[in-house]
């Protein structure tokens, strides 16, 4: 796989360098190959389309990188489908993080209740013994 830089703009307004790059490969390129082409932190990096030519095998990449990640959420919109998917993906992980701290507060106090009943029995022996003698 082969990459050409064919434009490099940066936008500060945006707070992003937008590419377009010149891809020859034998079949498409995967947005993860192609954003590896580019050599930057690939979190920063969204590619916005990939255009082929129907009978070549060159492909036309058109990404952007933005200098930071507050950029990037500010100005990259994410679908409905998959903020949907994200939040109830967040609360799973919120129920099983919650579910693990009722556990384990249910074993303190089991282990409480069991320490506490065996000082009771303790102190019930003692005054056994004391009789005895």
């Known amino acids: 796989m082969e990459s050409q830089i ?5 936008n500060p ?14 079949t498409t390129p995967t947005f993860d190959e192609a954003k590896s082409q580019i050599g930057k932190d690939t979190d920063l990096i969204v590619i916005k389309k990939i255009n082929t030519n129907f009978g070549k095998k060159t492909f036309e990449v058109e990404a ?14 994410i679908p409905k489908k998959v903020k949907k998917k994200i939040e109830a993906e967040r609360k ?14 249910a074993t303190k106090k089991a282990e409480e209740e069991a320490k506490a009943a065996a000082e009771t029995a303790s102190e019930e022996t003692k005054p056994e013994e004391n009789k005895n003698e």
């Open 13 to 26: 307004f945006l707070e992003r360098e937008e590419y377009i790059i010149k891809i020859t490969n034998e």
């Open 92 to 105: 799973v992980a919120e129920e099983a993080t919650a579910k693990a701290k009722a556990a384990e507060e």
């Open 6 to 10: 064919l434009q490099q703009t940066k």
């Open 64 to 77: 952007v990188v933005y200098d930071n990640k507050e950029a990037k959420e500010k100005i990259e919109t």
